[in-house]
């Protein structure tokens, strides 16, 4: 390979409609976005890895609500949906570190799991999953400031921000090794691990693989795939599709010409 091809459009992976992050939820989440399906589909989607935890308020076509927290996606999956489904959903992106404070877990315990919101054992947990789920759709934030307590922003979350921050890459910067990470801000690489364990679920290394996957996800469609994997931060080219291979299940020229893994039936949501 040479040259990345386009990614082609997928009518059956719906995209995400960015919304504003008011100001009093800005301690809380990084992003929201609002999502329409419209089934039936024939072709498989995607979800690809991501070490974000997401609380995701999901409307069926029945108006049925439910409000489940989705888990890091340390691999890809890949999914179809046969039969006449719509499903609405507001999906509201956790600030890195703050699971436990809200939900009382750890986000390693979190990892490639959706749990209903009111099962967390934390006050706030049920209170959300209470209030989230009756009401209008629409004052769903409006309705989250009155809920979440006061941010504690102590030094763990300053550190573990600290160090997402030194190993994302971004452009024209290769991230930095976990070992330099460690020592730039004076902790073992053993207490870097368990920071991250417990607020964001995934390994520093690990991280760094996911966050690096999904930039070439996002570029692949405009820069040649060597100069994509340097500017990543891989050893060279054959790294990169080694590492996309793993973490995709198949290696980037298939994918991005939609000859993809087998894909599983989605499941029906759970009655409650």
Known sequence: MTNSPALPADPSSPSERAL???SAL??????IGAVTVDGPFEDA???VPDTDTKVVVREGGNGRRDTLVVGPRTRASYHTDLHKRSVSCVQLRLETGVVGQLF???AVDLVGRVVPLGDLPTGTARR???ELTGGERDAITARLADLLPPAAD??????????????????YRTPA???????ELAVSERQLRNLFADGVGVSPK???RIDRLRHVLTHAATAPWAELAAATGYYDQSHMTADFRTLMGVPPGAFFTGRLPRAKPCQAPRPR
């Open 206 to 208: 690990h991280y760094a």
């Open 20 to 22: 504003p992050v008011p």
């Open 128 to 130: 959300l999953a209470r």
């Open 177 to 183: 090794a976990v070992r330099e990470v460690a020592r």
């Open 26 to 31: 800005r301690p809380w989440f990084t992003g």
């Open 45 to 47: 989607f995607a979800h």
């Open 104 to 106: 009382g877990v750890a």
């Open 154 to 171: 102590g030094s763990r979350e300053r550190l573990l921000r600290a160090a997402v921050d030194a190993l994302s890459t971004r452009p």
